[in-house]
């Protein structure tokens, strides 16, 4: 005689073809999570403008640009997924204060050198930055 389930439950039975759909399942779930939460930053960019010239770089490029302006020589660094204004020669140093750059949309000016340096690209985690209500 077969034994009743009660209601409200049911049994759950592992067929032989179940088990490698599951573990696919799975691996493709794993795979997706890992492209989508590692490297979003991968087509972000840095654009350092001087008087004279513009100049495009990967932000996950390691370079450093000495930019010609109109007082001197202001130096631009681009090292570990940041870019940063690193010496200038302008009086109150603000632009190199501002310190190292890396998500969308910061940027730092050395406004007596006419120098300007910006973090864009299509990264899609970046921070709020206002309220709406």
Partial sequence: ????????YFRITIKPLDIPVIALSL????????????GGNSSSRV??????????????TEEELSVSGDIGE???RIHGRAAAIVSSPCNGQTCVAAGE?????????????????????????EDVDAASW
């Avoid at 691996?27 to 590692?38: E, F, K, R």
């Avoid at 940027?107 to 990264?123: D, H, I, K, T, Y």
């Fill in 101 to 125: 750059l890396h998500k969308n949309g910061q940027w730092a000016a050395c406004l007596p050198n006419r120098v300007f340096l910006l973090v864009e690209g299509s990264q899609g985690q």
């Fill in 1 to 8: 005689m077969k034994k009743k389930t009660p209601p409200g």
């Fill in 47 to 60: 654009i350092v403008r001087g008087p004279d010239k513009t100049w495009i770089f990967p932000l996950d």
């Fill in 74 to 76: 202001t130096v631009v």
């Fill in 27 to 38: 691996i493709l779930c794993l795979a997706v999570a890992v492209a989508v939460y590692s």
